[in-house]
């Protein structure tokens, strides 16, 4: 049996950042797993239509050898007895794109490339799902995985795959980007079977954010006051603290407990400090 992953996708690359990624959706099971490959430094490759999984590490060695995307796609397509029916995007990590679709995919099927990504889909419902998703990414604000996700919510709109949906993911990688800065892969989140999987994977993205993204200074606030008898009577209510009133050594004791047993350690700060994203996380808390 054939694997035609009827999708789309976008490649990207933030050179202000050294960030680079994929995103992607899919009428087909756990999409993340076939079509999206990234390193941090080199590029992103998509492979999608009738998926060759060894484009995507492939194509990163090319780019990793000095060529560019269209070079790229040019050597993985050129010994491929299958290519017609492949489908590829590629950018290196300064945004040089290309993207390449088979002559015998599926209709609708193609790609545009613009500043910094390249977009394309197949068995879509009209062309302006890619074109959407292009100007999209170009014209949204925030981090690279912020953009792609516009894009891919942009190209849902437009008509999207024209089977339904199912699965989508984002993977987004930078140099020491990773948890504590021991690894590259700054986003990898997955939706494998869902019936919404672009707004599953914006939900668990803003839970991602949440756990691993950097403080913002401006949300940095002194435990005094108010917030230290609120975030006291919070951390009483879902029992990190023995008592609404506690000394400042307890209370420290209960913050660092909650961060701790929450998955908040990148979010953690200096003794009588705390991040006001990890307060309104505490009072949903039991909700």
């Not at 050179?15 to 990234?38: D, N």
Request: aromatic share 8%; hydrophobic share 35%.
């Amino acid at each position: 049996m054939r694997h035609i992953i009827a999708t789309y996708s976008i490649v990207a690359a933030d050179p202000s950042t050294g960030e680079v990624g994929v995103a992607v959706q899919s009428k087909f099971l756990g999409v993340g797993a076939v079509v999206p490959y990234a390193k941090a430094g080199v590029g992103a490759v998509a492979t999608q239509a009738f998926a060759n999984p060894a484009y995507g590490p492939d194509g990163l060695e090319h780019l990793s050898s000095g060529l560019n995307a269209e070079q790229t796609i040019d050597q993985l397509i050129k010994s491929d007895p299958g290519a017609s029916e492949r489908q590829i995007g590629v950018v290196d990590f300064q945004g040089n794109a290309a993207s390449y679709t088979g002559d015998d995919c599926y209709d609708w099927a193609g790609g545009i490339t613009g500043k910094h990504f390249a977009a394309q889909g197949n068995i879509l419902v009209n062309e302006e799902t890619v074109t959407k998703m292009g100007k999209a990414f170009e014209n949204a604000k925030g981090n690279l995985s912020e953009r792609l996700l516009e894009a891919l919510k942009s190209a849902q709109k437009a008509g999207g795959d024209r089977r339904g949906k199912q699965s989508a993911a984002l993977y987004v990688v930078k140099e020491k980007g990773g948890y504590g800065g021991l690894s590259d892969v700054l986003v990898d989140l997955r939706v494998d079977d869902h019936q919404e999987p672009i707004k599953e994977l914006e939900r668990i993205y803003f839970l991602h954010q949440l756990y691993f993204a950097e403080s913002n200074p401006a949300q940095i606030k002194q435990l005094k006051g108010d917030l230290k008898e609120k975030v006291s009577y919070h951390l009483y209510r879902v029992g990190y603290l023995k008592n609404s009133n506690p000394d400042d050594i307890d209370l420290y004791k209960g913050v660092t407990t909650f961060l701790h047993t929450e998955n908040f350690e990148e979010r953690e700060q200096k003794q009588g400090w705390i991040d006001m994203e990890v307060v309104h996380f505490l009072k949903q808390m039991g909700d």
